[in-house]
């Protein structure tokens, strides 16, 4: 038995290092006996480094503070209709983010656009027409 796999080895061998010197490949073969076929030259290879969990910050505002501020003006948002959210206290970027992912989870993604107006400080969403 263990012939049949010595052939198939020496085969193996052979038609990679046919591939090799076409310049197709590198090739390096370990067998179990410890002996080695071909000139790949390998690296250790690194150890696994399980990833890190992330925690979350601090909150920048009192939990529902920016929703309780937000809902009034996108809740009653019919199709085909703009409202213009002013910032206030809270950064537009946050505030933008919030609005973005309360319109997608209830009106769907590609349902709206969003935009920060620079010159009244107000985050602008439009909901497209059905």
Not at 88 to 97: A, H, I, K, M, N
Request: with cysteine.
């Amino acid at each position: 038995m263990e012939q049949i796999f010595q052939k198939m080895l020496e085969k193996a061998v052979k038609d990679l290092n046919t591939l090799q010197s076409h310049k197709l490949l590198s090739f390096k073969v370990v067998t179990a006996e410890g002996g080695e076929y071909g000139d790949l030259v390998t690296k250790k290879a690194k150890k696994f480094k399980a990833k890190t969990s992330r925690t979350r910050g601090p909150a920048k505002y009192p939990a529902g503070e920016l929703r309780n501020y937000i809902m009034p003006f996108v809740e009653s948002l019919k199709p085909d209709q703009i409202v213009s959210i002013p910032t206030g206290t809270f950064l537009p970027e946050v505030v933008r983010g919030n609005v973005c992912a309360w319109c997608s989870k209830v009106w769907g993604k590609g349902t709206y656009s969003s935009t920060y107006n620079k010159t009244t400080k107000a985050i602008e969403i439009y909901r497209h027409a059905s």
